[in-house]
């Protein structure tokens, strides 16, 4: 079963940079979708950004855009969001997950994914 850690969360000053890993275990990664999620305290989890497998095709939500990059690397079986410009409202817990067979256009729905890592917590504060 896959197996997924996140890494990188911490506390950084508004308009910081951090950068977020999710390494998969047990099985390689590149058959899989990849989403970053996020959740405040008190919210529900929310969709951040997504990669495909297939054919590498991303999408960020509208509060991810212009700051956020996802990427992948194969054959170090590992995610990346590398989030730039960060908002106090951007702190949350941030989650890896993976998936197969998702639809066109779903890869920003939590139900979508299969596999989830525990999360890293991320505050943005002064």
């Known amino acids: 079963q896959l197996q997924l850690v996140e890494s990188g969360g911490g506390l950084v000053q508004p308009g910081g940079s951090l950068r977020l890993s999710c390494t998969a275990s047990e099985l390689p990664l590149d058959s899989y979708d990849i989403g970053w999620f996020r959740q405040a305290p008190g919210k529900e989890r929310e969709a951040v950004s997504c990669?495909?497998?297939?054919?590498?095709?991303?999408m960020y939500t509208d509060s991810a855009k212009g700051r956020f990059n996802i990427s992948r690397d194969n054959a170090k079986n590992t995610a990346y969001l590398q989030m730039n410009s960060l908002k106090p409202e951007d702190s949350a817990v941030y989650y890896c997950?993976?998936?197969?067979?998702?639809?066109?256009?779903?890869?920003?729905?939590?139900?979508?994914?299969?596999?989830w890592g525990q999360g890293t917590q991320v505050t943005v504060s002064s």
């Open positions: 997950a993976a998936g197969v067979f998702i639809q066109p256009g779903r890869g920003l729905v939590v139900d979508e994914y299969d596999y």
């Open positions: 990669i495909a497998s297939s054919d590498g095709i991303i």
